[in-house]
């Protein structure tokens, strides 16, 4: 490099365009420039290779400016501008060593005790005022100068500074810039972010004001909008060691599922970051959005496009400025003699050499001809900042004649008021400009001297092109406009990556945040009789209703019952059928033969009865199975207990009849009282009638209705939920219906078992006992099923089916053990049915304490004993 990297010009005379010299009635106002017209210098050194585009596109952009206006009679007329330029070498330590320059004029100086040799006081050349900075490009360089140009009240407006915080006017109240804070890129990032419905990212940002002010904004601005999370934020050292990028590459796969990389970092970096990528053979998977410093730039990507791919980076607004293209590819060495770098700039460019007095040219190297031609011999295509530079020269230049205008107006040149030119002043008609720039788009500043916020939104695209290069694919002007449909990721996919710490969970599922982290959940399924109310809760659904199949809402229990045609049904009803069809057989048949010895022998009125009580019992199979209503409910409150204490009632009559008349047979010869028929119904009703007080006392405390019970057909899998249409009975209330049928019952078996001992040819006492002993067989094996099955999701189908089943049984077991063998004796053995002598009380009980003794002899007398029974009269 260059020993000195100071250049002072006067663009009014040594300007290319200005060969003649300037007017004598001009005045001349000096601007400064500082600009990275070199790298920063490697191990210790303030400075390093020349940087073409970023240096000398951005210094000659200021020249061009300067050129302009001067040759422009509207603007500043006989004022002419001047500039003295600075190197930062892209570093902000020296960069403030370096503009101190421009405050030496304001610094004074004490020369009283200094003495030429001649006695003489000394002629000190005072230096050149600067009244405005243009500059700097990299945010800490212009926070480094910021705060020494604030001392001394110079404006200052930069062209390329980003950071954030210098957007406060506390601190930097004499900075301005004609490009937009970070803060507006980082709203825009997030944007863009948003819009590609991301919500999981990691940030990576360059040591310093700008990476880190970025990357804090991008957190802030999200922490704000809400929805996004950051997975990891990392940061690149100024100075790395071998092996750092491949760190960071590592910790960013430490989340994998953050693939979104929101990058704010130098050039450098950025290709250091790709390369490890490549490295860690993750091409493809990070998906990178770049600041403005990433830009639409070749740089960073070179030789590593395949990594880049799908990358989404953000630029200010800008154009192509063609005047400056056709200034810039006409400079040579002969006609820019006024750039002290252009020379190094031309022996890069053109990879030549320039010859020097005493420096021997290197034989590998050709020498420069002085002929080369920009953009002829060499590629060229202008740099980015170029429009944010002129506009930034003009914006200077506006605000001058502004000044001018309201203190010198009509004067030729600088007036007295503007001489000097005070700063403070001079940033008032700055913040006050309002012109078209070199773009034709608007230039004019906020109240913190930050320019309105306008980028383009590229995409660096290799598929389905045919030069792979940046696509613009949005604008953001504080709100984003993004075609979603021209944007396409690695290896050609039209299809957003995702970058989500958890996905959506499924219809019917809820999010269960991870504790700190907002964007992170894992999904759980709302289960059972539960439906989602909303993504974070699940809900019961009410006891009548059951979740949707996707359980996002409840829905309607079906309502069933008992049907005819269900296989729960058709056995009880066949078998009340076939029941129904004999009891009326034997009723008619009793009827037909009424008066016949074996009908009037069997005690006709309340063999009556109980045939009613077994057809009953037969009947009410019909009412458990008919659809609920509050008559049916009711016929089965009243006949499910009646048909059974009538059957029974009659049978512990007869049962308590023949017990008492032979118990009394042992005492006294008299008989019995209320043995005659007419007591026997008596005694029967008074039974019956107990029955029927209760249900009678029921019907007064709780009329019968209908109930839909939701809780019996509610197993785990609510698809199989059903709520059960049915009177209301409950097990309880049913069993207590019963009871009183069950009391009779045992209380007959208890008499029947007494009456053992009677001959078979006595009355109906053994059958009566037969059938009482089945019956009770019956309704031990009745209540088990009937309990046992109380929390199965079948219970009123299998309790229904059970309970009509073993009524039929009972009553089948009744109505064939004492009735069937008559009806056949009736129908198929007449001869059978004839009258026997009647015989007196004590003859009967003679008879039967005989049949007893003689039962007890030995069985090669059975033959003759029989044919010496006596039949006993029946009918008493």
């Known amino acids: 490099p260059p020993v000195w990297h100071g250049l002072a010009v006067w663009m009014g005379w040594l300007s290319f365009h200005h060969v003649a010299s300037p007017p004598m009635d001009a005045v001349y106002i000096t601007l400064g420039g500082l600009f990275p017209i070199h790298a920063r210098g490697p191990h210790g050194l303030p400075c390093g290779e020349i940087k073409k585009e970023k240096g000398i596109h951005r210094m000659e952009a200021m020249l061009y400016a300067l050129d302009q206006i001067n040759s422009d009679p509207e603007l500043l007329p006989n004022i002419t501008l001047g500039a003295r330029i600075l190197d930062t070498c892209s570093r902000d330590t020296y960069a403030l060593e370096q503009s101190l320059t421009f405050v030496q004029a304001l610094i004074q100086k004490d020369t009283s005790d200094i003495r030429c040799s001649n006695g003489e006081p000394p002629i000190i050349r005072k230096p050149e005022r600067v009244i405005g900075v243009i500059g700097a490009s990299a945010s800490s360089v212009s926070i480094m100068v910021a705060n020494v140009l604030r001392l001394f009240e110079i404006p200052q407006i930069s062209y390329a500074s980003t950071a954030p915080e210098l957007s406060d006017n506390n601190r930097y ?16 990032m997030v944007d863009i972010v948003k819009a590609m419905g991301w919500n999981y990212v990691s940030t990576l940002a360059s040591e310093g004001s700008y990476g880190e002010s970025g990357v804090d904004s991008f957190q802030q601005i999200s922490r704000e909008a809400g929805g996004l999370c950051i997975a990891q934020s990392l940061k690149i050292p100024r100075e790395p060691k071998p092996g750092e990028f491949d760190k960071i590459i590592k910790r960013l796969m430490e989340t994998s599922n953050a693939r979104g990389v929101i990058i704010f970092a130098n050039e450098d970096d950025i290709k250091r970051v790709l390369e490890a990528a490549k490295r860690a053979n993750l091409t493809g998977h990070f998906l990178f959005v770049g600041s403005d410093s990433w830009g639409a730039k070749s740089s960073p990507i070179l030789d590593q496009e395949d990594v880049a791919e799908g990358a989404v980076t953000i630029l200010p607004k800008r154009a192509s400025i063609e005047g400056f293209d056709q200034y810039f590819t006409s400079r040579s060495l002969e006609n820019n003699r006024r750039n002290i770098w252009f020379a ?14 005493g420096i021997k040219i290197d034989s590998e190297k050709k020498k420069c001809t002085g002929e080369e031609r920009i953009n002829r011999d060499t590629a060229y ?13 003009y914006a200077m230049a506006h605000a001058l004649h502004s000044m001018h205008l309201d203190l010198c107006p009509g004067a030729m040149g600088v007036c007295d008021k503007m001489d000097p030119v005070e700063g403070r002043l001079l940033l008032n008609y700055i913040r006050s400009v309002n012109f078209n720039g070199s773009a034709g788009t608007g230039v004019l500043f906020n109240e913190n001297g930050d320019a309105p916020g306008r980028y383009d939104i590229f995409q660096y695209q290799m598929s389905n092109t045919t030069i792979p290069g940046y696509r613009v694919i949005g604008q953001w002007t504080n709100n984003l406009r993004l075609n979603m449909e021209e944007m396409q990721w690695s290896g050609g996919d039209r299809q957003i990556p995702d970058s989500v710490c958890s996905f959506p969970c499924n219809p019917g599922e809820r999010k269960k945040m991870v504790k700190g982290v907002p964007c992170c959940w894992h999904c759980e399924l709302c289960d059972g009789y539960q439906y989602q109310q909303d993504e974070m809760t699940c809900e019961t659904c009410p006891f009548n209703m059951r979740p949707t199949p996707n359980r996002t809402s409840c829905r309607s229990t079906p309502i069933i019952k008992l049907e005819w045609h269900s296989p729960w049904a058709i056995i009880p009803v066949f078998l009340a059928i076939l029941g129904i069809l004999a009891t009326s057989f034997v009723v008619i048949t009793f009827i037909r033969f009424n008066d016949t010895p074996i009908v009037r022998a069997s005690g006709r009125e309340l063999s009556y009865v109980l045939l009613t009580g077994i057809f009953l019992i037969y009947l009410i199979t019909f009412l458990m199975i008919a659809e609920p209503g509050a008559v049916v409910c009711a016929f089965r409150r009243l006949l499910l207990g009646l048909g059974m204490a009538i059957t029974y009632s009659a049978m512990l009559t007869k049962t308590n009849r023949i017990y008492r008349i032979f118990e009394q047979g042992k005492k006294s010869v008299s008989p019995p009282k209320f043995i005659s028929p007419t007591s026997q119904l008596a005694i029967t009703f008074i039974l019956m009638s107990v029955q029927l007080l209760g249900v009678f006392v029921w019907f007064a405390v709780i009329p019968p209705h209908t109930i839909i019970d939701y809780e019996e057909q509610r197993p785990p899998n609510p698809e ?8 209301d009975m409950s097990d309880l209330s049913l069993i207590c219906c019963l009871s009183y049928s069950i009391v009779l019952m045992v209380t007959c078996t208890v008499y029947a078992v007494k009456s053992r001992g009677v001959p078979e040819t006595f009355n109906e006492a053994k059958p009566i006992g037969f059938t009482m002993y089945t019956t009770c067989i019956v309704w031990l094996a009745f209540v088990p099923i009937f309990f046992g099955t109380a929390q199965s999701t079948e219970k009123m189908f299998i309790q229904t089916t059970t309970l009509t089943v073993s009524m039929s049984l ?34 009967v009980v003679q008879a039967a304490t005989m049949s007893t003794r003689l039962s007890q002899k030995s069985n090669d007398k059975q033959n003759g004993e029989t044919q010496n029974k006596i039949e006993p009269d029946r009918t008493q």
């Not at 890069?348 to 007095?357: G, I, N």
């Not at 053995?829 to 007196?840: A, D, F, I």
Request: net charge positive; with cysteine.
């Open 720 to 727: 199989m939920a059903r709520g059960v249409l049915k009177c």
């Open 381 to 393: 295509e202008q740099e980015g900042k170029v429009q944010f530079v002129i506009d930034a020269v």
């Open 173 to 188: 109240d004499f900075f301005s810039r004609v490009v937009p804070p970070d803060s507006y890129q980082a709203q825009a």
């Open 344 to 357: 190094e700039f031309w022996e890069d460019d053109f990879r030549c050499k320039l010859t020097r007095p």
């Open 810 to 843: 009972s009553a089948s077991v009744s109505l064939g053990m004492l009735y069937i063998p008559k009806v056949y004796v009736i129908i198929f053995h007449p001869e059978q049915n004839v009258q026997k002598r009647k015989r007196s009380f004590k003859a």
